[in-house]
């Protein structure tokens, strides 16, 4: 059974930085499936930030793009999410999500068929 286990989340103050961890196991090597950042606040759809594909190529959500940056390292198989310049509407549980594809589909919840349980992330003003 495939297992994503996020990590790297805390409550930081407006300006600070965070990265984010996704350590895959069981069977799901990071390069090889098209990866993927979500988050979602309370009360607010689940949205999404970035993917990597199997070639390396990175996609950003508008909003997050010049902030966040997504990689992977394949001898960790493990994927990250830095995080700069953070701001109050950051505040999210942020997950990462596994498609067995060579190139990523659209950043949309149902097109992702592996989560982890998610990491929280809280931005104070």
């Known amino acids: 059974q495939v297992q994503l286990v996020e990590s790297g989340g805390g409550s930081v103050q407006a300006g600070g930085s965070l990265r984010l961890s996704c350590a895959a196991a069981s069977g799901l090597a990071v390069s090889t499936y098209c990866m993927a950042w979500f988050r979602q606040a309370p009360g607010k759809e689940r949205e999404g930030l970035a993917t990597i594909n199997m070639a390396g190529g990175t996609t950003y959500t508008d909003s997050v793009k010049g902030r966040f940056t997504i990689s992977r390292d394949s001898a960790k198989n493990t994927l990250y999410l830095q995080i700069n310049s953070l701001k109050p509407e950051d505040t999210a549980m942020y997950y990462c999500?596994?498609?067995?594809?060579?190139?990523?589909?659209?950043?949309?919840?149902?097109?992702?068929?592996?989560w982890g349980q998610g990491t929280q992330v809280t931005v104070s003003s």
């Open positions: 999500a596994a498609e067995p594809r060579f190139w990523c589909p659209s950043m949309v919840v149902h097109d992702f068929d592996y």
